[in-house]
């Protein structure tokens, strides 16, 4: 009796999954608030809004904020239209500065400030299939400060590195906004 009535529960769990449409990860169907244009699960959505709440909270506030922020929205880079356009441009850009670049989080973020305004010169990047390998659910799983630093730090460069057919447009996005007046 036991086991009939688990396996129902099992059954009825499996078909109410679903694949988040960014990063792919299989999580159970909710009804939570999705974002208006990044393009994630309302359950994939609901583990990112617990790692910024750990980030906020007892994490307080890591310098890899930066990091999750960029490597979520690149990852989650939803459909072609101008706002989505310029978030993946401008997050996309925030990973080529930290990583590459090895620019501080404060300083990439005034950066950004800046380069925001050429975002009207920038096209639909087509994402990567699979965009990165490593997901929030990977980020979440760390245990301590140091751990989720560490975590955040692999997950972007695995989605940094996913986006390498993509790489030399990012640069000279960045270059021609800090050319430029
Ligand atoms: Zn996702």
């Known amino acids: 009796m036991t086991f009939a009535l688990t396996s129902a529960a099992d059954d009825s769990t499996t078909s109410m999954e679903s694949s988040c449409p960014g990063c792919g990860l299989l999580l ?3 009804d939570g608030p999705a974002h208006p244009y990044i393009g994630a699960s309302p359950a994939c959505w609901a583990l990112y809004g617990e ?3 750990r980030e906020y909270g007892e994490f307080r506030y890591p310098s890899v904020h930066r990091l999750t922020v960029d490597t979520y929205a690149v990852q989650h ?3 072609p239209e101008r706002r989505s356009i310029q978030s993946v441009g401008l997050h ?6 930290v990583l590459e670049g090895g620019e501080s989080p404060r300083r990439a973020t005034s950066l950004l400030g800046r380069v925001a305004g050429h975002a009207a010169a920038w096209d639909w990047l087509t994402p990567p299939v699979p965009n990165g390998t490593q997901t929030v659910a990977d980020v ?3 245990a301590t400060r ?3 630093e560490r975590a955040v730090r692999g997950w972007a460069e695995d989605v940094w590195s996913a986006w390498s057919v993509h790489h030399a447009t990012v640069r000279g996005w960045l270059r021609a906004a800090s050319h430029s007046p």
């Open 28 to 30: 159970p169907s909710c």
């Open 51 to 53: 790692v910024l709440a």
């Open 77 to 79: 880079p939803g459909e």
């Open 92 to 97: 996309l850009i925030g990973l080529c500065v």
């Open 140 to 142: 979440l799983r760390a």
């Open 146 to 148: 140091v751990e989720h």
